[in-house]
């Protein structure tokens, strides 16, 4: 139970899975389920340059992951 607590919902996907957003979705309904209040979400899709490109947040410091050196 969450009970009414605000949750930031956040995924880390490869480009290669192509139904993320349904994904997100399944996510979000069983944290409102759980009596979860969505106060965000933030989708980050890795994989081609193309897609980095396009979903890159506008900083870098909101990236997740692991950094080039910590790989």
């Known amino acids: 139970m969450i009970d009414g607590g605000g949750v930031l919902v956040a995924g880390l996907f490869s480009a290669k899975q192509k139904d993320f957003v349904e ?3 399944v996510l979000v309904s ?3 389920q759980l009596g979860g ?3 965000g ?3 980050q ?3 081609s ?3 980095r490109k ?3 947040p506008a900083a870098r410091r909101t990236w997740i992951g692991l950094t080039r050196r910590g790989r």
């Open 30 to 32: 069983e944290v409102e």
């Open 41 to 43: 979400r933030f989708v």
């Open 37 to 39: 209040r969505i106060v």
């Open 23 to 25: 994904i997100m979705s």
């Open 45 to 47: 899709v890795e994989g």
């Open 54 to 56: 396009v979903m890159r």
């Open 49 to 51: 340059r193309a897609t």
